[in-house]
């Protein structure tokens, strides 16, 4: 089975026809996902690409400049995507980017992810420590999943 998609016209005058993100979350319910932005919440299908890995820059950053995110993102956007996988974790200016073209980002974040760390709380509070180090921010709806 394959999958076909429909593209418009890419370039720098491509429409673009995404809005910026309201604060609802995606939320796991059952076998699917669901926008909590809606009345009942309507269904979110994944439409999404992979983004990086990049080399890093002169600071260490394994992103493209800034301008050159919202460029892609804006096409992304223009060709029907929702979301963004990273496996580096962005600074917010690109999360801030994603946004406002209306793109969801799930960050991958670094730890060894062939280990079962539900099921270790030393690990669990070593893999919170790492990630807190490198200046990634908590979030709490994140952080009380991993006590």
């Not at 429409?15 to 604060?23: D, E, G, M």
């Not at 699917?32 to 269904?43: K, N």
């Not at 990086?52 to 301008?67: E, I, L, S, V």
Request: charged share 25%.
């Amino acid at each position: 089975m394959s999958t076909a998609v429909q593209a418009g016209p890419a370039g720098p005058d491509a429409p673009v026809r995404a809005k910026p993100l309201s604060a609802a979350r995606i939320v796991a319910d059952g076998k699917f996902l669901r926008s909590t932005d809606a009345e009942g919440g309507a269904r979110f299908l994944v439409k999404g690409v992979t983004y990086g890995t990049f080399a890093p820059d002169a600071d260490g950053y394994q992103f493209p400049a800034p301008k050159q995110v919202a460029e892609d993102f804006r096409l992304m956007a223009g060709f029907g995507i929702n979301t963004v996988r990273t496996y580096t974790a962005p600074r917010l200016d690109l999360l801030d980017e994603a946004s406002r073209n209306g793109l969801r980002v799930m960050v991958g974040l670094p730890w060894s992810q062939h280990v079962a760390f539900l099921d270790d709380r030393s690990l669990k509070r070593t893999i919170r420590r790492e990630i807190t180090a490198d200046g990634i921010r908590e979030v709490p709806e994140v952080d009380d999943d991993l006590e």
